[in-house]
């Protein structure tokens, strides 16, 4: 999820068009407000959501979490950055979906895309993930999108894969390149208009640095686009370690605790990285519980 978080953090202080669009930027520019918004916290409530329930929740139960998470997350974290719709569902006691294709579907997803083991689950629970608010067609092809992309890329597809997956299973037009999406790309916060250009800049970036670059020189609602094409990226080329630093500098400890067990349970780390216990499965780790019974 490093690759969400680093994209919506270095894509935030450009959103509403407040860039150059060029890929000639400061990534941690120190003049800059370089911090989280609500696309980080979603996409850590989403996952923590299903780290509770686990993976084989069936619907109500995954969605009812998603709600729950959602809710407690967004009431405490990124306060005053949710939009109207979303805000007045945060705080509701009784909350629906209410027909959105809002590209927040899309931004909170990139945890759906590393959980599952098969791309069948991974769209099933993408889809669920959106339809607690986005209900729309639009919302729930947004997030099924990017799930799947990610889950494809981390599968070792080609470029060529993803996109002709994407094109097909979603009937998004990706035959744009950045050059001529960016002159007259402006800020717009659908996923019809968000997710194929994040998609193009990832299959357009040539490292996941590149990739974040290349989002951010786009325009448009900065922090969210590059926060999708960050994730995507991720999972295609890993992020680099001084990056991942200056994320973990800058986000709370439940973020990070949250970041350290989705690492180890769902991503295969070297084992250079890691401790001894972390050679042994989940189960045995998890009955220990404490450092001195490890």
Wanted: net charge negative; glycine share 8%.
């Amino acid at each position: 999820m490093y690759g969400a978080i680093l994209g919506d953090m270095i894509g935030a202080p450009y959103e509403f068009d407040r860039g150059d669009k060029t890929k000639d930027f400061i990534l941690f520019d120190p003049r800059k407000w370089i911090r989280y918004t609500d696309d980080s916290v979603m996409t850590l409530a989403i996952a923590k959501s299903i780290m509770l329930v686990g993976t084989d929740a069936d619907e109500r139960t995954m969605k009812a979490a998603f709600v729950d998470r959602m809710q407690d997350f967004g009431g405490r974290y990124a306060q005053g950055e949710y939009g109207g719709s979303f805000a007045g569902w945060l705080k509701s006691s009784n909350p629906q979906p209410y027909g959105s294709f809002g590209n927040g579907s899309a931004m909170r997803v990139s945890a759906v895309g590393w959980m599952f083991d098969t791309l069948e689950r991974t769209r099933e629970v993408a889809r669920w993930s959106a339809e607690v608010t986005h209900n729309h067609l639009e919302g729930i092809k947004g997030a099924e999108s990017v799930a799947s992309a990610i889950f494809m890329a981390r599968n070792r597809c080609t470029k060529d894969e993803i996109k002709e997956y994407i094109i097909s299973e979603f009937g998004y037009d990706l035959s744009r390149t950045c050059d001529e999406i960016r002159p007259t790309y402006h800020h717009v916060e659908s996923c019809q208009e968000t997710v194929p250009e994040a998609i193009t800049a990832f299959l357009e970036g040539e490292d996941f640095e590149d990739v974040i670059r290349t989002a951010v020189s786009l325009g448009g609602d900065c922090d969210t686009l590059t926060c999708i094409a960050g994730s995507i990226a991720e999972a295609f080329y890993g992020v680099p370690d001084s990056m991942k630093a200056e994320a973990v500098k800058r986000l709370d400890k439940e973020f990070l605790d949250i970041l350290d067990k989705f690492d180890r349970d769902f991503r295969l780390i070297p084992l250079i990285y890691v401790e001894p216990i972390e050679y042994f499965p989940k189960e045995i780790r998890d009955a220990y519980f404490n450092e001195e019974e490890q």
